[in-house]
């Protein structure tokens, strides 16, 4: 069985040749660190990851949390890990220096945590939305708020969950129907149901604070009238130690197919009528502060997507090069030895499609990692503010595009293993299972597609995507003086082209026919998908010509790799786009004319 979880190669030559990380300190913010400091910080990921996470990933999900007595049970091994996680600094990795953070861009902290995604997603998401839950109270919190509630969430003693979904409502929102009534010291009296809370409830942390979307009783309908609440499964006491239980109880634990190691419950709030919540930003702009932390975990579901493909590309690499099987086509002796399987052209196939989507789903996950430095720390305000709109623009597609097309990569490794890949004896089958939550996760793909299509692509007259085509341009101008890149490079423009006239015409009709407009969005952010990976190949593949005419020496067949894995890409998935995209400028009508009964 392969115990190999992460190319950590092709994560330095990301972060270095093709994002160009050691650029970034010579910004104030990171003139501390370098090169060095940062290739650091993944090694040690990788030592923590190998000794802590990895080991137990069949273990967390075969033996997944169970009831005990009212308290959750989970292998010992998982809190060894979370807390090996948090001694070495990892929950801070890029919080400022004065709160005792790395101070790493998040260019660098995202790699690292691919890193423990890629050994072990479900001990990793208790971290992970703890981080986005600080990230949120750090943003939108009041100064007494972040007092309390911070400093514990970013030492590890509090771990942190987002609290959205209810039995009802589903993805729609506007349904939410918890009740968050006023008392009169300033906090609320919180009551309803929640589901699919992922890190719920657990015994890894002291306490567990949990951000909720609620309902005022003089809240307007819909997603205008959601506030949103810090609700701790215990309160706090003036001098900040643990207080009471708060009223939030635990009703039940799903089992699901994939990422069985992190719990998945469903939680009652005020029960009894003790469950006490304090308002985080503004009465009824809940949505908007929670977009902060759903947005931080939209990106962490693309990577962890990617990564869990990527543990299965290397699994099937690793297998394919070691299994013995069949001869060449052209072989007529029966008696001679067989070969491994690797040799066999549709074998290769497989896993040249499953790198191009693995390797271009990091890319396009670390380039989004890579725009919140630059909105951060850009050299003008015109440079952040243009990173912003590009992050907006590329959100739903980082999120969603990996979760399909890195899950494909993990259903390719299962072919590649043949019937061993069906067992439990070869680690794809449960790669695949967790991967296939990915689509789910932190909004549908179908979500994100309208989002995408109706909101982002359309939104100022379609200026983010005009900072989209400039941005491509820049690097297909790049790679006009290479014989070999410069036709990627016009296929690219040409691809892109359709993306701005399919948006210009679902802009146009938007407001007579909104259904039919809309209807083809998921094709739309599959095309926009494969359009915004085959620049992030385009990129790569300007590092690699670029490695090997300096002499790339021992290093030569990673490169040769990538322009392979490139010239792939562009001939077998970017020429797709144009059919999808055609059919979202011509409001292709199928789906909304289908009805129930013909279904």
Known sequence: MSRAFVNRRDLAFQLLEVLDVEALTARPRFADHSRETFLAALDTAVDVAAERFAPHYRKGDEEEPTLVGGRVRLPPEVKQALDAYVAAGFLLAARDAEVGGMQLPVTVARACQAVFEAANVATTAYVSLTSANASLLAEYGTADQKRRWLAPLLAGRFFGTMALTEPQAGSSLADVRTLATPLPDGTFAISGTKTFISGGDHELAENIVHLVLARTPDAPPGVKGISLFLVPKRRLNADGSLGAENDVALAGLFHKMGWRGTTSTQLAFGENGRCVGELVGERHRGLACMFHMMNEARIGV??????????????????????????????????????????????????????????????????????????????????????????????????????????????????????????????????????????????????????????????????????????????????????????????????????????????????????????????????????????????????????????????????????????????????????????????????????????
């Open 302 to 599: 693309g990577l962890a997507a990617v990564m869990l493909g990527t543990r299965s590309h290397l699994a099937a690499v690793e297998y394919a090069r070691e299994r013995p099987q069949g001869r060449p086509l052209a072989a007529k002796d029966p008696r001679s030895p067989q070969i491994p399987i690797v040799e066999h052209a549709d074998v290769r196939r497989m896993l040249l499609a499953s790198k191009a989507y693995v390797e271009g789903g990091l890319a396009l996950c670390l380039y989004a990692a890579r725009l919140v430095d630059e909105q951060r720390t850009g050299p003008t305000p015109e440079a952040q503010a243009e990173a912003a709109a590009l992050l907006e623009l590329l959100t739903p597609v980082v999120k969603a595009w990996p979760a399909q097309f890195c899950l494909e990569a993990s259903s390719l490794a299962i072919q590649v293993h043949g019937g061993y890949g069906y067992t439990r004896e070869y680690p794809v089958e449960q790669l695949y299972r967790d991967n296939r939550l990915n689509a789910i996760h932190e909004g549908t793909n179908g979500i994100q597609a309208l989002d995408l299509l109706g909101r982002k692509a359309v939104a100022d007259g379609g200026r983010a995507l005009a900072l989209l085509e400039r941005a491509v341009a820049r690097d297909v101008e790049r790679a006009a003086p290479s014989e070999a890149l410069r036709p990627l490079g016009a296929a690219l423009r040409q691809a892109l082209a359709p993306a701005g006239a399919a948006a210009r015409a679902v802009a146009a009709a938007l407001p007579r026919d909104p259904e039919r407009a809309l209807a083809n969005a998921t094709p739309y952010l599959e095309a926009f998908g494969h359009v915004s990976v085959a620049w992030m190949w385009l990129r790569q593949a300007l590092a690699a010509e670029r490695a090997l005419a300096a002499g790339a020496g021992a290093d030569a067949d990673f490169y040769r790799g990538k322009l392979a894995a490139c010239r792939w890409f562009f001939a077998c998935e970017l020429p797709k786009t144009a059919h999808l995209f055609r059919l979202v400028e011509q409001l292709e009508p199928s789906a909304v004319e289908a009805r129930p009964s013909w279904l």
